[in-house]
């Protein structure tokens, strides 16, 4: 539930008053206010995992012994809900020490959506089923989805998903990849290249209905589709790689702001890996200096962006 402290937004619900009063009365002993519209299954989980207050815990069973519980708390959400801070006039219901509890609210939840797929698998998990594909970048989350909806992705998201399907391997399996030369390398694994065969044979509705978006990524995973070559899927590949020039480009990425791309750039160093190439004879070698680098400072400044996040 690590997306919940960060971002403070879940997915908006409907709940009866008596499940947001239950839910508020947990969550103010530990610190939090909840929406009205968030008052849902997710969020008394979370609540669940975190311990109570002792300071917190005691203004509720203050406010509970008076009476006043269900008045703080309709003060909160409209102190909390307005643009502006809330205030009340001198001499209105109840002192509330706004300042020492956070919001949990829905009404942002539409921005935070879009960008839970980037992240790592326990920002997203928990709200895997009212998430949508979008361009995520992230197999993991497109597999994950696809288990979860049943249904299929676009573009180059499901020639990922085909791969994973015949080979329970999220990356290509050694021997699939295009070499270094341009060539393209025939897949060394027969038993990987039936069951990717067979795999596209049984789903060829499904790639028919989707060969509009798979056309703008033909050329980068040329090596993959040809090597599939043969009897049974051949009028599709043909049909796939027709006017694949005239396909509009891959999409490239957006970052929504500087700490997104950094994190993107470190990603990317950590999982490094370096080029290997290999000649017609057999012979490898590695080219240290076409490795992507990251710059240091870049450290510092993603802290100082975290920490003003």
Not at 8 to 35: F, H, M, W
Not at 278 to 283: D, F, H, T
């Amino acid at each position: 539930m690590q997306a919940i402290v960060k971002y403070r937004q879940v997915p908006p619900v409907e709940s009866t008053p008596e499940a947001r009063i239950r839910i508020n009365r947990k969550a103010l002993s530990r610190g939090y206010v909840i929406d009205p519209k968030a008052c849902g299954k997710i969020v008394e989980e979370w609540l669940d995992t975190i311990q109570e207050e002792r300071w917190a815990k005691k203004k509720v069973e203050e406010w509970s012994r008076d009476g006043l519980f269900e008045i703080v708390l309709d003060q909160m959400w409209k102190h909390f809900r307005t643009v502006e801070a809330y205030a009340y006039k001198a001499g209105e219901p109840v002192p509330v020490p706004y300042h020492r509890y956070t919001y949990i609210g829905s009404e942002d939840w539409d921005r935070v959506k879009k960008v839970l797929p980037y992240q790592r698998q326990a920002f997203w998990a928990p709200f895997l089923e009212y998430l949508d594909y979008g361009d995520s970048r992230n197999k993991n989350f497109v597999i994950s989805k696809f288990l979860q909806s049943e249904v299929y992705p676009d573009g180059e998201q499901l020639i990922w998903l085909l791969q994973w399907i015949a080979s329970g391997k999220i990356e290509a399996i050694p021997g699939t990849g295009p070499a270094a030369t341009g060539v393209v390398e025939a897949i060394n694994n027969q038993w990987y290249r039936n069951r990717l065969r067979s795999c596209m044979a049984h789903l060829e509705p499904v790639l028919w209905e989707k060969i509009d978006t798979l056309k703008p990524f033909y050329r980068k995973y040329k090596w993959f589709f040809l090597s599939l070559r043969g009897k049974g899927i051949n009028k599709f590949l043909n049909a796939l790689g027709r006017n694949s020039t005239t396909s509009p480009k891959t999409p490239p990425r957006s970052y929504s702001n500087r700490l997104e791309y950094l994190e993107k750039r470190l990603e990317d160093n950590i999982n490094l890996k370096m080029p290997i190439y290999k000649n017609r004879y057999g012979k490898e070698w590695k080219e240290l200096d076409r490795m992507v680098t990251f710059d240091l400072d870049w450290m510092e400044e993603i802290k100082r962006l975290r920490a003003k996040e």
